[in-house]
């Protein structure tokens, strides 16, 4: 066992409690479900064994979705709807067939679970049963999700327990830590996917070198993250301050950390036990924190580490590399294709990538390579700004071009790169990155030179160069040589070049949307229309309407936007330029525009709170790209609830961004065009004045007030003024309490720190004078809680703003 200090630790009310139980069971063994295991009532088929309290339950599980011959002994959540194991025994060993199987003791006093033929799958395999048989052990399920395998005759003597073999999950009461003694520290196991319980390649375990400190680990080798040195002051870990932050309302549940002579350990305690809590290592390589909301029947995440997927150590597999603001995340290296093509489309990318074509050396063997061969079949090609792969070897080299002969020398060699020291790597290349940071880390990677083309670009230098180059021969070959590597350096990197938009023809999209049959919807810019191309992937065609560009600038502008990729914009993937055809091809969105979620009748469809919160932030991160990471500013001009598309996980992605400047819209005139739209325009449209990035924020802001509420602010045909309710919050917020604006239903699941950070940031955005209102990446820090915010004044004018959109509304329609 892993905690020595279990036993004495007990307390009585335990063992009375534990001694109840088990008369209880044994004199009610005839009503339902009982929560002990003992020789003579083994466990089999349907059967479940159901903790008293009613909390957990344990038997025979078979993940959704998983093969139908592979069952597995766990231990769930009895009362949740949806079956979410903690605990799995057998997890390398499933069973083919639960009726003819059992879980019993055996002989030795272990649980085991056996099979038709009582062949033993597995075992809780201690050695620690000292007089133990058959007739003197039992097994108890408690209510706190433990499993203990404990002597009949004194039930405090706890010779098992499943606490401290967990599988992936941490439980409240469950320790989590080392054993100074013997060193050895607790682990939790990811699965292998979502349908495959055998352990995965990420784990949890203690720090072996510093205490109160825990890591995520990597097959077992290679820690990749830690939240760092637990705060007992704080209740958290230093890197994680967000996890007090991101507690549930009043704390409701504590994170302890417990150090004495024999071990150390971390303890998570939840203060109502009626809460569903749980922390897992998830088959991605994230550490996450659940907690079950019985109201919307889900889990909600309260926290996910690290935050970045692409810190996840090999998140991508070998040979390809990860990139956080692009989907699909990971791609792999040029002259590389995915490993398993299924799983990669299916979003598990860690099977990684392998070559198209065999590097002609190993063709022959490996080794060592004649002379002319190598420097005929193989180049290099250049990925810039990249986080280096691990585990390279340093060799002696004085130029770029001796750690390329270096390279070049040995067939195990996959990479180079020359910043003074020459590194080479002889293993797979795991864990690229793009690194947008000012580091300008470039690795040249061995390719074919098949993979290479032979055009005049500067991509595959001609390697004959080097062969009179050679270390010795220093002179105006090197000096060319040189320069052709200063421009291969500077060429754009591979990690650009996917980029490249495609061009659809006229005919094949009237093919691909069955002649423009299925309409999704009609914006300001045309109508769009659903369109299956032939690999599958189901996309959005928006047709639009009264371009006034001619082709090549219409070109150009579809190639600025097409090199926008940010997880929260819509992706452009082509377009259609024929004849007076204009046509955009972006990603499907499965959940169409918010407005359709924001402005429902029934009440119980709503979005919930968080998911709405959410969506905020990734608004505002894609406005933020756009105004500050793009090459050139883009102001959208047009933020609504209908412009904001959401996909299959209700993450935002603003959509018809750049489209104001493609249709050459005369702005001056837009009070007049875009009536549907008044309720989200700054007051410049209307003064006059220069037009930034601000009117963004303004409509923005807007926008966010209607989030919160649920309600569009300005009804058609209403006159809304007297309950404008951005005037409403405004004033609230200066008598310090919003809280009371929402209905009783909304307030229910409004996490209330984070509805009035959203009502300060509305209330800014929507300030008369511009220079007032908050960019979009400090609303991005503001709503994260980052950057603390002060309060916002009442801005006078929007009584005025309302009371005239009213009207004009109402003028407009009659
Ligand atoms: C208990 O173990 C004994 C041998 O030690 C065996 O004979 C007996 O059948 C076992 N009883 C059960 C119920 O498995
Ligand atoms: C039980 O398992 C053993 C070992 O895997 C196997 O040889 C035997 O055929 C199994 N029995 C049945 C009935 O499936
Ligand atoms: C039990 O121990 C045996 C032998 O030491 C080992 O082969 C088996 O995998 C262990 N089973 C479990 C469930 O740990
Ligand atoms: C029960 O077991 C506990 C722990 O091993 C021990 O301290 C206690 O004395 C035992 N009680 C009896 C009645 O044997
Ligand atoms: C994990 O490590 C083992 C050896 O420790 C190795 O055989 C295996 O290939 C590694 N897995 C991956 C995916 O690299
Ligand atoms: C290639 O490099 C590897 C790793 O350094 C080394 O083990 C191997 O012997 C080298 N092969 C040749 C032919 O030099
Ligand atoms: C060059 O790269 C190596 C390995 O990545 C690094 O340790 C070293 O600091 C770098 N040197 C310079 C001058 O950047
Ligand atoms: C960029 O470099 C400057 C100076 O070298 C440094 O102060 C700054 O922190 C760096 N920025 C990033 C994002 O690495």
Redesign the pocket.
Known sequence: MAHAGTTSATPCSVVLYKLFILLFSIQGSTAGATDVITSTRPLSGKQKLVSQGGKFALGFYQPGGGPQDKWYIAIWYNKVQKVTPVWIANRETPISDPTSSELTIWTDGNLVLLNKSRSIFWSSNTTTTTGASNTTIVVVLLNTGNLVLTYASNTSNIIWQSFNHPTDTQLPGMKFGRNKLTGVSDRQVSWRNYMDPSPGLFSVAMDPSVAAQYLLIWNNSRPYYTPGKFNPQAGAFSSIPSMTVMMMPNSIYSYEYVENDKEEYFLLTVKDDNLFLRTVIDPFGQQKGMVWLEDKQDWMLYFAEPSEKCSVYSMCGAFSWCAENIIPMCSCLRGFSAQSPIEWSSGNYMGGCTRNVALPCSLNGG??VPLVHRYEEDRFYVANNVRLPDGS?TVRAASAIESEVACL?????MAYSYNETCSLW?TDLMNLKENLGNTTNSIFIRLPASEIPHTKSSRGRPLWVIVGGSILALGVCLVAVLCLLHKKRSFKGLLHIDINMTTFRYKDLQLVTKTFSEKLGAGSFGSVFKGVLQDGTTVAIKKLEGVRQGEKQFRAEMSTLGTIHHVNLIQLLGFCSEGEHRMLIYEYMPHGALDQHLFRAGLGDVLPWNTRYQIAIGIAKGLTYLHDNCMNCIIHCDIKPENILLDATFSPKVADFGLAKLLGRDFSRVITTMRGTIGYLAPEWIGGTAITAKVDVFSYGMMLFEIISLKRNVEHGKRCADKFFPILVATKIQEGDVHELLDAHLRRDVNLEELDRACMVACWCVQQDERSRPTMGVIVQILEGLVEVNMPPVPRYLQVLAESAGESMLSSIE
């Open positions: 080794g060592s070897q020398n040995n067939c195990s060699c002889y």
